[in-house]
């Protein structure tokens, strides 16, 4: 999985878009941010943590209407995207309707996910007390339409078929489907529509979207 702080603001909306097919521009992200509700969420996600590591009396207010604004976006594109959760550069939603995801899941880079999509925590009892375990995607990987990832590492590049129910780890390309998941075959050739070049993002190329707010 790629290392999320390593990507500014500029850096993940670019490859958000790029997976949208549209680009890296300026024009494709208002574009996308115009006629797509599924690129808006994300838009406004990145907005959010880019406040959030503002320093200075800017910081609060800003991260108080970028929150608003998540809300919103959220609302409606009918889905639960937590604007803490940590997501990798070059996030795809499909459709989008009924996804949720917990705060504290983490999605890797060039990450699909279709509607109906839930990543969600795991709590063991034990007599010790209450472990809880958050799910994790890694980089690649391919969701499809209402599966359920609960409190699981995904390895890079797997798919998982669509209404699986996934609650033990998977290796990396690994095709998982069935409820309970399991694998039941080996991915080849990984399912990545549009992906991003995250891995040289050394720098933001030339004629990509400038932040609002400091990256």
């Not at 943590?49 to 800003?62: E, F, N, S, V």
């Not at 109906?116 to 709590?123: A, C, E, F, M, P």
Request: proline residues 8%; hydrophobic residues 40%; charged residues 15%.
């Amino acid at each position: 999985m790629q290392d999320t702080p390593h990507y500014t603001f500029r850096q993940t909306v670019a490859a958000d878009a790029i997976r949208y097919g549209g680009g890296s521009g300026l024009g494709a992200v208002l574009k996308l941010l115009a006629g797509n509700r599924m690129f808006r969420v994300t838009f406004t996600l990145r907005s959010c943590q880019a406040a959030d590591r503002m320093g200075g009396p800017l910081r609060k207010p800003l991260l108080a209407a970028c929150r608003l604004l998540h809300r919103w976006t959220q609302h409606s594109a009918a889905m639960d995207l937590p604007w803490e959760t940590q997501v990798g550069p070059g996030l795809r939603i499909l459709h989008g309707w009924g996804l949720v995801v917990n705060a504290s899941a983490r999605i890797g880079a060039n990450v699909t996910l279709f509607h109906g999509v839930t990543l969600g925590q795991k709590d063991d009892l034990l007599p010790t007390g209450r472990v809880t375990h958050y799910p994790e995607l890694g980089d690649g990987v391919w969701v499809g339409p209402h599966a359920v990832v609960i409190g699981v590492s995904i390895g890079d590049e797997c798919i998982v078929a669509a209404s699986s129910v996934v609650t033990k780890p998977m290796p990396r390309r690994t095709v998982v489907a069935g409820n309970p998941g399991k694998a039941v075959a080996e991915v080849t050739i990984p399912d990545i529509p549009h992906p991003a070049p995250v891995g040289g993002f050394s720098a933001v190329p030339h004629g990509t979207v400038t932040s609002p707010v400091p990256g």
